[in-house]
């Protein structure tokens, strides 16, 4: 059974920087797109980027665009979200997840519905 484990959150100033990971315990062979998304008390989840993992085509969400880069590691089976200016607003809890979609389908919108996601890692922005 494959888990996903998040790590790299904590607390960090305003205009910071910070790298998420997202180590999977094996080969996810089910999935063909990873994605971080984050979720704030009280608020809705907010889808943060996409990878589709085949051609590494990315998506981000418009808040995060130009800030945050996601990319992949396929022989560390490891995920990565790298946050750079960092708003009060990144704060929350970070998630990533797997999951199957047709790529062609859903890259122009970043879709990837999860079959998996982790635990989560907080991120603070104060």
């Known amino acids: 059974h494959v888990q996903l484990v998040e790590s790299g959150g904590g607390s960090v100033q305003a205009g910071g920087s910070l790298t998420l990971s997202c180590t999977a315990s094996?080969?996810?062979?089910?999935?063909?797109?990873l994605r971080w998304f984050r979720q704030a008390p009280g608020k809705e989840p907010e889808r943060v980027a996409t990878?589709?993992?085949?051609?590494?085509?990315?998506h981000y969400g418009d808040p995060v665009k130009g800030r945050f880069t996601i990319s992949q590691d396929n022989d560390k089976n490891t995920l990565y979200l790298h946050m750079n200016g960092l708003k009060p607003e990144d704060s929350g809890m970070y998630y990533c997840?797997?999951?199957?979609?047709?790529?062609?389908?859903?890259?122009?919108?970043?879709?990837?519905?999860?079959?998996?996601r982790g635990q989560g890692t907080q991120v603070t922005v104060s």
């Open positions: 997840a797997a999951g199957y979609t047709v790529e062609s389908m859903s890259s122009s919108t970043g879709y990837c519905p999860p079959t998996m």
């Open positions: 094996g080969r996810i062979y089910s999935s063909n797109c």
């Open positions: 990878i589709y993992t085949a051609s590494g085509v990315t």
